[in-house]
């Protein structure tokens, strides 16, 4: 198994390094929707393939693929360590919601009634704008 996966490519190796010298505040400005679309392929994906049995590399190798597609050419970042896991944790929460089973969720992720709202409301505006135009953006 190859350890150093960017081992002799260096434009990759470059892009990272790169990666330094961009703002932190500029590349996490644009991460949660990003988040929700890549959430949102690796799911069609997944479930799409989950018809037919695969090994993981091969099912790793078709995500790969899917995401390529979708993202190809593109920079991201995507957050690690506690901001990765409550973006995570926001996306589940949102997907659980049903309008009446708050108190439930409260419990479950030990929230508070307006962290919750704040929570729902944030990614309401992600998932929204992820499916629908800005009819009032500039073009």
Known sequence: MQTD???G????????DHMDKIPVNE?????PQMLVALIDVLECE??????????????ARK??????????????????G????NSLRDDKIYREYDGRNMTALLKKYRLGQTQFY??????????????????????
Do not use: C
């Not at 590349?27 to 991460?31: D, G, H, K, P, V």
């Not at 506690?82 to 896991?85: K, M, P, Y």
């Open 27 to 31: 590349l996490e400005r644009q991460w």
């Open 63 to 80: 995500l790969a693929a899917a995401m390529s597609h979708y993202m190809g050419g593109r920079s991201y970042y995507l957050p690690n």
């Open 118 to 139: 704040r929570i729902i409301s944030r990614q309401r505006k992600l998932h929204m704008s992820r499916y629908q135009r800005d009819l009032f953006a500039s073009h």
């Open 5 to 7: 996966l960017f081992e």
């Open 9 to 16: 490519d260096p434009d990759a190796q470059q892009l990272f």
């Open 46 to 59: 997944i479930k799409r393939q989950a018809k037919t049995p695969h090994e993981p590399r091969q099912l």
């Open 82 to 85: 506690e901001v990765l896991f």
